[in-house]
């Protein structure tokens, strides 16, 4: 039974971290939208598996569409990041270089 609890924890917390990316965190990057929708899938996933033990979603052909989906997501996300990281930063050194001036 405390498994079933701890599953049903997890959805709810998925859940929960793609809401707050969806409406507080999309105002500062449209990304989180997207990051969020996959909390809400994830949320969903550990939902449906709570709700059928008989169907394990995290073996066989379901498990693997999962990593697919996450793999998918991780690069995107990675790819975003990555890019305003640099964005920031190079904005960042136009600054020094004009305060330096």
Do not use: H
């Not at 609890?5 to 971290?17: S, T």
């Not at 989180?32 to 994830?42: D, S």
């Not at 995290?58 to 990041?81: D, H, M, P, R, S």
């Amino acid at each position: 039974m405390e498994q079933f609890a701890q599953q049903y924890m997890y959805a709810g917390l998925w859940i929960v971290i793609g809401l707050i990316l969806i409406f507080s965190m999309a105002k500062e990057n449209k990304i989180f939208i997207f990051a969020g929708l996959f909390f809400l899938v994830l949320g969903g996933w550990w939902l449906v598996n709570a709700l059928l033990p008989e169907v394990d979603l995290f073996a066989g052909g379901w498990g693997i569409a999962l990593k697919c989906v996450t793999g998918a997501a991780l690069i995107i996300l990675t790819a975003a990041f990555v890019r305003e990281y640099r964005k920031k930063t190079a904005e960042a050194r136009k600054g020094d270089k004009e305060d330096k001036s």
